[in-house]
């Protein structure tokens, strides 16, 4: 993200805490119950990007709201995301021990004190959302209904119902896990983005829009986790990766492969992008959202592909055969593609950047005359390199922004 971006994203974060801790604190009336509050709190300060909330508020600006019109249901969507996680983490169901990078509820309180921690958050949610001295009664209600689809049986619940499902089916298709994914996932992120709309008392039309939108982003998200799974580290992420295929679940990695994977997360989040470019003002949301596909990944967003950084001999010897110094006529081939941590070096443009030891894949199509030309999808690297003179060559990067 650019750095205005993320310094807003913090802002909000910082905001969305604050409502957090303001609505749940242990009172005189719940003294005797402060076990179960401290459960409560213990997950709900564990972290996280916090979307949802921002998500509720991003819309709500965008429809000319305050932040106080949507802080409650701010509020309310993430107390619901964290008990969704509470009992999704519980041996019943994923069995996961930790989140967020510290142990999972069950594991820091005990099994029984994170169901009733789960439960009580749900509560609280429309609790909050019913006490908000800002929005009348007839706003409230829509809070409310938008918030209970959002979490129902049609929603994030019978999400779960069915991924414990298909843990057990061989036959699982595409569409099978769009479904789930769709209601597990993305049922609270469409109905985050509703919230906001609602809450700035937008039109029926603007709600149908943010929510097309909040329907593709979700799925992308979804799409985006399972990849983490299998390319990312539990240091990184915070939680255990490489469950999904522990336990053979049927995931997108597992039915279009990693590359198709990939390819169907950029084209949902381009069309959610696109979706959203309708809202004046969209321009923060617009890079959030793109962040969210790229996260793990450093990002070129503009850049000049050549196959002329030689990657042998001195620093100078491999930048005089960069397509910069007009090597053998080569033209420069713009892309946009990612970059993952490697092993790898880069010759060339690329060392002038100042990047250092990374590999991966980038895609876009070249417009170099180049016999080699850069066609879809192709690795990059010391080791992808053409053999011939010169020591070999491998491709260069040149970069004009990320």
Known sequence: ???????????????????????????PEVERQKRVIAAMQYSLDAGGKRIRPVLVLEFCRLCGGSVQQAMAAACAIEMIHTFSLIHDDLPAMDNDDFRRGKPSCHKAFDEATAILAGDALSVQAFRVIAEDPVQDDAVKVQLMQILAEATSAAGMIGGQVMDMEYETRDDVTQADLEAMCAAKTGALIRGACRLGCVAAGASESVVALADQYGAKLGLAFQIVDDILDVTSTTDVLGKPVGS????????????????????????????????????????????????????????????????????????????????????????????????????????????????????????????SADRNSFQDRRTFGFESGSSGADGGNAPCFHFSGR
């Open 1 to 27: 993200m650019k750095l205005e971006n993320k310094q807003e994203l913090e802002r909000l974060v910082h905001l969305v805490e604050t409502g957090l801790d303001e609505r749940l604190q242990v009172t």
């Open 244 to 367: 999904d295929a522990e336990e053979g679940k049927t995931t997108f990695v597992t039915l279009l492969g990693l590359e198709r994977a990939r390819e169907e997360a950029a084209r949902l989040t381009q069309e959610a992008e696109e979706l959203l470019q309708q809202f004046v003002g969209h321009e923060f949301l617009l890079d959030l959202t793109d962040s969210l596909l790229n996260r793990g990944k450093i990002t070129i967003r503009r850049g000049t592909f050549c196959r002329f950084g030689r990657r042998s001999g001195t620093d100078a010897e491999k930048t005089k055969h960069c397509c910069r110094n007009g090597k053998n006529g080569y033209e420069k081939s713009p892309v946009a593609g990612e970059i993952s941590a490697g092993t790898a070096g880069f010759a060339g443009g690329f060392e002038e950047a100042g990047y250092g030891a990374v590999s991966g894949t980038v895609s876009g199509d070249s417009e």
